[in-house]
Each structure stands twice: as structure tokens, then as C-alpha cells.
């Protein structure tokens, strides 16, 4: 089986205005956007084309994908013949304090900083996501060759008009409103000073993805937009700045995920051996 339209699959890193940025995608694609997750146990935290089948078939009309777990090297396109892959990147060092930050007043977890510095799993954390060895090299070439637009936290707004220029002709609104904010029980000044080099030497390669993608593959984004770059982005500022209440389709976005599409995948999941909730 193969599908030929084309599928937009967000590339979420955590802490790097993901939620924020699959709620601008729940809008546009409201009825065709899916949270995904594996559906087999030997999938290895991979969304992939026997995935994207199921979710076919459960959403059908599907054309927008998000989640942890879609990562640019799988065999998606051995269904999908045009996938677009997105991401966004953070500044390593604010991302990585973030994600202990989320840890301790989110998840609720229990650790030191100390012991989360321990935690090889969250080393270099944005380089693992476009190379399967966390080999730097390779996860450029990725950022640069296979991705439709790559974008900064830092430049949010500004990787939002070039994703709307890049779109179009499709209609694309990417006004929104700031999602999943920190509530800041955790003194990260703190942790900046008393860790830096700590904190620098395991996002030593994720520091130089970023200075990569910032002076490199960013620049010719800008370039390849056009003259208006600066005016467009300009006037979206203060667009968004009077952006208003929640519409009513994200009310009925809500509750199709609590009432179906979260219960199915989930029973699914559960079917195949897996956990009914989880992002991997």
C-alpha cells in the first residue's frame, strides 16, 4: 500500500516549542492531523510505515503527523511518497535545563541535577534525533538534505512565515498563542552558573548542530524567501500580537482526540503489547 498525497510529519524535539507549535498544526489541518506514536513493541521508538498505515486507517484523509517518535530516518516513505519533514531546534543549553525543569514540576520526578547530568539518554538529545549513532556529521546532512524546513525556537516567529511561504500555495495559519510554559519552581540561573561546563560538555555536539543550522542553514532560508523576509515577519508580529479566543474547531479537535482517536490508538497499542498511553 502507498499513499501519494503528501504527508507534513513534525519532528518533535521536547522542550523546544513543540506544543506550541502541533496546536498551530492542529488548527490548520484539524480532521487530517494525528499525534502519532509506534504501534509495535519492535518498532524501537519509531514511527514508521506499517505505523502510518494503521493511522491511515483510523484517521482517514491523514496528511499531518506529530509526535517523539517520527524521526527522519525511517522507512515512512516506503508508504508515503512525499513526506516533508519539520522540526524545530533550541539553544542546547536552555533546552537541556528546560527538560530537567519539565522532569521535576511536570513528571514529578525525584532527582538531583546531578543525577539527571548521569543520564546518558538525554546527552546530546538533538543531535540522536536525525542520526541513529548520534553521529554529528550525519545529522547535519539530514538537517540539510532531507528536511522541508528546520527552524529556531529562538526564531519562532520567523520559522513560521518561511513555513507559510514554503507551504503555499496551501493555506497555512500560523498565528498562535504560547502553549506549555514552565512554571518555574526550579531555579535554572542557579543551574546555569553552579553547571556549565558540565552542562556545555554533554551538548557539545548538539552546540555545534545548532551553530550549524543558526549560521549556516538558516542563512539560506532567508536568502531563498526573498526580500519581503523582514517586512512579512514584521507584520505577523504584530498580527499574532492580536491574535483572539480559541476557535470553536479546537474545541472539536479536543474531543475527538479524548473521545476517539486517543481510545483507539491506545486499544491498539495494548493489542500489539504496548502501553495504551506514552509518546514512544
Known amino acids: 500500500m502507498r499513499f501519494d498525497a503528501g504527508v507534513v510529519a513534525f519532528v518533535h524535539i521536547g522542550k523546544a516549542a513543540g506544543t506550541t507549535f502541533i496546536h498551530i498544526l492542529r488548527d490548520n489541518y484539524f480532521l487530517r492531523y494525528l499525534d502519532v506514536r509506534p504501534f509495535w513493541d519492535e518498532s524501537e521508538r519509531l514511527f514508521g510505515a506499517r505505523d502510518f498505515v494503521v493511522s491511515r486507517r483510523v484517521l482517514p484523509g491523514l496528511s499531518c503527523i506529530a509526535g517523539h517518535s517520527v524521526k527522519p530516518y525511517s522507512d515512512l ?13 533550541r539553544d542546547p543549553v536552555k533546552r537541556y535545563v ?27 538529545f538533538q543531535t540522536k534525533k536525525f542520526s541513529r549513532e548520534g553521529d554529528l556529521d550525519e545529522a547535519k546532512d539530514v538537517l540539510s538534505g532531507k528536511m522541508f524546513l528546520v527552524g529556531l525556537v529562538e526564531e ?25 510554559l514552565a512554571r518555574n519552581r526550579v531555579k535554572t540561573t542557579d543551574l546555569f552558573e553552579r553547571y556549565h561546563d558540565a552542562i ?35 507584520e505577523f ?44
Open 77 to 89: 516513505e516506503n508508504v508515503v511518497s512525499n513526506v516533508r519533514y519539520i522540526t524545530i531546534l
Open 237 to 280: 508580529k504584530s498580527q499574532n500580537a492580536l491574535m483572539g479566543k480559541t476557535r470553536l474547531s479546537q474545541y472539536l479537535d479536543y474531543a475527538l482526540r479524548k473521545i476517539y482517536l486517543q481510545p483507539v490508538t491506545g486499544a491498539i497499542r495494548m493489542l500489539h503489547g504496548m502501553p495504551a498511553k506514552g509518546s514512544y
Open 156 to 180: 519562532f516567529d520567523q520559522f513560521l512565515v518561511m513555513l507559510r511561504g514554503k507551504l503555499s500555495p496551501q493555506k497555512f495559519n500560523p498565528y498562535y498563542l504560547t502553549k506549555n
Open 200 to 234: 556545555r560538555e554533554n551538548n557539545k555536539l548538539d552546540l555545534e548542530l545548532y551553530r550549524f543550522v543558526k549560521e549556516d542553514l538558516y542563512a539560506r532560508y532567508v536568502d531563498g524567501y526573498g526580500d519581503s523576509f523582514n517586512d512579512d515577519v514584521a
Open 98 to 124: 528546560s527538560q530537567y525543569q519539565y522532569w521535576v514540576e511536570r513528571m514529578d520526578k525525584r532527582l538531583s541535577f546531578e543525577e539527571f547530568l548521569a543520564i546518558e539518554g538525554v546527552v546530546d
